[in-house]
C-alpha cells in the first residue's frame, strides 16, 4: 500500500496541471500552425493552370502571379479563366489610383500614398482630387504658410510622382467652396476618362503595390465594389474602393447628397446595396488587401511578421486612441496601446516610424504636436474599472 504525502499529491496535480497546459499550449500551436501553412499556401500558390497569359503587353512590372486572379463575382475561380483573361483589355492609362483630399492637412499622405505606389513601379495612373480653391489665384496673394505647402506638395506630386492633379468642386452646387465638408469622394464617378479606380483611404502606407494593381486590373467593372466593414458582409466601409467611374452614378450620388447632409460612408451606405457591392469573398481570400494598424494588438503567438509583411498590401493606421501617424506621441501614451505581442509590436512600431520618415522625405514635414485630450471623468473611472 502506498501512502502519499499531501507534498507528493500536491506535487502529482501540479505537474499534472502542467502537464495538461503544456498539451493545450502544444495543441493551439498546432492549430495555427497548420493554419498559417494554409493560408501560405492558398497565397503562393493560386490554383491556377498555369501562370497568367498576358493579354496584351504589360507596362513593367509584370503581375505578381501569386495575387494575380480575376476578381468580381465569379464564383467558380478556374473556369473559363482563360478566356476571361482573353476578353480583359489591359489598357493601364484607363486604370488608376485615386486619392481625394479636402483638408490641406491630408494632402502629404496622400502623396506620399502615390509617390509610394510610383516607387513600387504600378503601371496605373496615379490621381489627386483636390479642392479648386487651393490652385485658384487669390486677389491678395499674401504670404501663407499653409497655401505655399498646399502648392509646394502639389508640385511635388505632378513633377516627382507624375500624378495627375484634378482640382474639384463641391458636391452640392453653391456651397461653400473653402469649407472640406461641401466635397465628396463621390466625385470619383466624375473620372469618367477611367474604366476602374481604386480609392485607398489615408493615412496608411503601401507594403505591396502588386496585389491592388491585379485588383485593378482583373476585376470586373461594377459601380462600386467596396472592402466590407466586417468580416459577416453586413456594411461597405471606405477603407477602399474599386469604381467604374459614371455620369449617372455620379447624378444619382450628387442628387442624394444634395437632398441632405450626410458622410462619405452613410452616402456610400444608402446608395449601394450590400453584399452585391462589395469585394468578392474570394478576391479578399488571397491575402491582406488592408489591415487596419490596431489589428495588430490582436496578434497572438505564431504572428510572424515576415508573413505578415508579405500578405499584406496596405496599412491603414486606424488606432482610435491617438489622432494618427503625423502626430508625435509621447512615448508612454504609445507605449500604453501599442501590441502585446512582440513581433507584432515591431510591425506596428516599425510602421509609425517608416510612416514619419516618409513624410519628412516626401513633404518635407515634421510631425506635429498633439496633445491628449482630457478625458470625461465617467470615461477614466471605467478605464480604472477595466484595470483591476
Ligand atoms: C517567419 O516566417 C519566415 C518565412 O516563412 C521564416 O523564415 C522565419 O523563420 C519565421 N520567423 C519566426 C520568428 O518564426
Not at 153 to 173: C, E, F, N, S
Not at 296 to 325: C, H, K, Q
Not at 353 to 360: A, G, I, L, S, V
Request: glycine share 4%; hydrophobic share 40%; charged share 25%.
Amino acid at each position: 500500500m502506498m501512502l502519499l504525502t499531501s507534498g507528493q499529491v500536491s506535487m502529482a496535480i501540479s505537474s499534472g496541471i502542467v502537464f495538461i497546459f503544456t498539451l493545450v499550449l502544444f495543441l493551439s500551436g498546432y492549430v495555427l500552425q497548420q493554419r498559417t501553412v494554409h493560408s501560405l499556401q492558398a497565397a503562393i500558390k493560386p490554383r491556377l493552370p498555369k501562370p497568367l497569359p498576358a493579354p496584351e503587353p504589360i507596362a513593367p512590372p509584370a503581375l505578381n502571379v501569386k495575387w494575380a486572379r480575376p476578381m468580381g463575382g465569379r464564383p467558380e475561380p478556374d473556369e473559363g479563366l482563360e478566356q476571361f483573361m482573353a476578353e480583359q483589355k489591359l489598357n493601364w492609362n484607363q486604370l488608376g489610383y485615386v486619392q481625394m483630399v479636402r483638408d490641406p492637412e491630408e494632402l502629404c499622405s496622400a502623396v506620399m500614398l502615390l509617390g509610394d505606389l510610383h516607387g513600387a513601379r504600378s503601371p496605373a495612373k496615379k490621381i489627386l482630387l483636390f479642392p479648386r480653391p487651393w490652385v485658384k489665384e487669390a486677389e491678395d496673394e499674401s504670404w501663407d504658410p499653409q497655401r505655399d505647402t498646399t502648392r509646394r506638395l502639389l508640385r511635388t506630386a505632378a513633377l516627382r510622382y507624375g500624378v495627375v492633379l484634378m482640382p474639384m468642386k463641391p458636391i452640392v452646387d453653391g456651397a461653400d467652396d473653402s469649407l472640406p465638408s461641401s466635397y465628396s469622394l463621390a466625385s470619383l464617378y466624375l473620372l469618367t476618362d477611367y474604366e476602374r479606380i481604386i480609392s485607398l483611404q489615408g493615412p496608411g502606407l503601401l507594403l505591396d503595390a502588386s496585389a491592388l494593381d491585379s485588383l485593378l486590373a482583373f476585376s470586373k467593372s461594377e459601380p462600386m465594389a467596396a472592402y466590407p466593414a466586417t468580416p459577416d458582409r453586413k456594411d461597405l466601409s471606405t477603407n477602399l474602393l474599386l469604381v467604374h467611374p459614371s455620369a449617372e452614378t455620379y447624378r444619382q450620388l450628387k442628387e442624394s447628397r444634395s437632398s441632405q447632409p450626410m458622410t462619405d460612408l452613410d452616402l456610400f451606405r444608402q446608395s449601394f446595396s450590400v453584399p452585391e457591392s462589395l469585394i468578392s469573398q474570394w478576391s479578399l481570400s488571397i491575402g491582406n488587401l488592408i489591415y487596419e494598424s490596431t489589428r495588430l494588438r490582436d496578434a497572438i503567438d505564431g504572428f510572424n511578421a515576415t508573413v505578415f509583411e508579405e500578405a499584406t498590401a496596405y496599412v491603414r493606421f486606424s488606432d482610435p486612441e491617438i489622432p494618427g501617424p503625423e502626430y508625435d506621441i509621447p512615448y508612454f501614451e504609445k507605449a500604453a496601446i501599442r501590441p502585446k505581442n512582440n513581433e507584432a509590436r515591431a510591425v506596428w512600431e516599425g510602421l509609425y516610424e517608416k510612416f514619419r520618415q516618409r513624410r519628412m522625405e516626401v513633404c518635407g514635414l515634421d510631425l506635429e504636436v498633439w496633445s491628449k485630450p482630457m478625458l470625461e471623468p465617467e470615461m477614466s473611472e471605467s478605464n480604472d474599472v477595466e484595470d483591476l
